[in-house]
């Protein structure tokens, strides 16, 4: 009982992230200053994008994104219904309705065949959500999205570093938002990117996030003016020196721990193979996840109740396991929108199942050890 609690995610944060916010706090740009374009710089070469521009968080990304896409009323984006909610309220705020999509039973992202079904005149765009840090099969969507003149936006807050095909996520999409949440692969506190190789999208995201105004105050300052125009109705949507800084010292950082991550999840993958109770998740080829989760599926026709002991008795014992998610449709907001049980079967079976493990770079050997012992005993107790 007194064993330590373990998060299923948290950051990790060492003294050379310390040291690059106070080095902020001690200079003159507290916000919109030269960490800001430091860490864009590095974060679109990370991903190999064009361009990168920072946010306050992720789901500000995704709202920057529907803005620069023109979506609005009356149109339709489709959004795989498991996922956060953020993914589907982006379309929300600018109005648009939300069409749900079913997500692949073996891989659990969007399923394409689903999405090809519900196309209609209306739809503006697509939101690729990388589940768990595993990439959608973004070919076939991109081909969907080209033969319908839509966006592809690609949902990967889950996936920063993960590659498709020999490319990674945030170069591959009509736009992608990252979210750098302290959950996520790197943080700022808060905070999120929106990447893009399309330099009017970007010129468009980057005014937006600054109220419509088409030029920040720095770049005045160094004009020599005071004149500045609101061209459309914008956001104060903009990510701090502070933040920014730390996310750059986290970045570089990022591919090392990485590697840790991937560790962890060929242990998890060693140890949890002989249980029978377990689906593991799966890395199809040619799609590299970045782990942001560890998602098993307690099976059966019992799932629910066995994932739920299973849940418990872990939480019991200091373990903080999770589940993700609660498939959007069925929340309560959504419902009183139209949406029913039912709209998305496979997403709704997979949810009665889903356990997310423990899974972040600063989680030790030892801890991992005592997650996979416990999950043994809980599944005894669960019963079958
Ligand atoms: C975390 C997350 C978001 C939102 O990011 P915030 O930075 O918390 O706003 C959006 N979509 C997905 C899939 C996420 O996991």
Not at 189 to 212: F, I, K, Q, S
Not at 280 to 300: C, F, I, K, N, T
Not at 330 to 338: D, K, P, S, V
């Amino acid at each position: 009982m007194s064993s330590e609690f373990i998060p299923y995610g948290r950051q990790v944060i060492d003294q050379a992230d310390i040291d690059a916010v106070v080095e902020v706090l001690k200079g003159d740009w507290l916000t919109t200053g030269p960490a800001v374009d430091a860490f864009e710089v590095e974060f679109a070469s990370y991903v190999g994008a064009g361009e990168a521009v920072a946010v306050s968080n992720g789901t500000a990304a995704l709202h920057l994104c529907m803005l620069a896409a023109g979506i609005g009323p009356g149109d339709e984006v489709i959004v795989p219904a498991l996922t956060f909610v953020a993914s589907a309220n982006a379309a929300r705020f600018v109005g648009a309705d939300v069409v749900f999509a079913d997500v692949d039973e073996e891989d659990l992202t969007i399923d394409v065949g689903h999405v090809a079904s519900l196309v209609t005149a209306r739809t503006k765009a697509i939101v690729a959500v990388d589940f768990a840090g595993l990439p959608c099969r973004l070919d076939e969507l991109l081909a969907i999205a080209h033969q319908h003149g839509i966006a592809l936006i690609e949902d990967a807050c889950h996936a920063p570093g993960a590659i498709y095909r020999g490319r990674r996520v945030g170069s591959i999409a009509t736009m992608t938002a990252f979210s750098f949440h302290p959950v996520k692969h790197m943080t700022t506190g808060e905070g999120g990117m929106v990447t893009t190789n399309d330099p009017a999208l970007a010129g468009r995201v980057r005014m937006l996030r600054n109220h419509g105004i088409d030029a920040d105050f720095r770049h005045r300052e160094s004009a020599g003016t005071w004149e500045y125009d609101m061209v459309e109705l914008g956001y104060n949507y903009r990510l701090p020196d502070l933040n920014c800084a730390l996310g750059l010292s986290q970045l570089r950082r990022a591919d090392e721990r990485l590697k840790r991550r991937r560790e962890l999840v060929a242990a998890y993958n060693d140890r949890l193979a002989e249980v029978e109770e377990l689906r593991l998740p799966v890395e199809p080829d040619g799609r590299q996840s970045a782990w942001h989760l560890y998602p098993v599926r307690v099976g059966g026709p019992d799932a629910a109740r066995r994932r739920t002991a299973v849940f418990q008795s872990l939480r019991r014992a200091n373990i903080g396991v999770n589940v993700h998610y609660k498939p959007v449709h069925l929340h309560t907001y959504y419902a009183q929108l139209g949406h029913r049980k039912g709209e998305c079967p496979v997403a709704e079976a997979a949810y009665d199942g889903l356990l997310s493990l423990p899974m972040w770079a600063g989680l030790t050997d030892e801890a991992q050890a005592r997650v996979v012992n416990e999950i043994d005993k809980a599944l005894q107790e669960a019963g079958t």
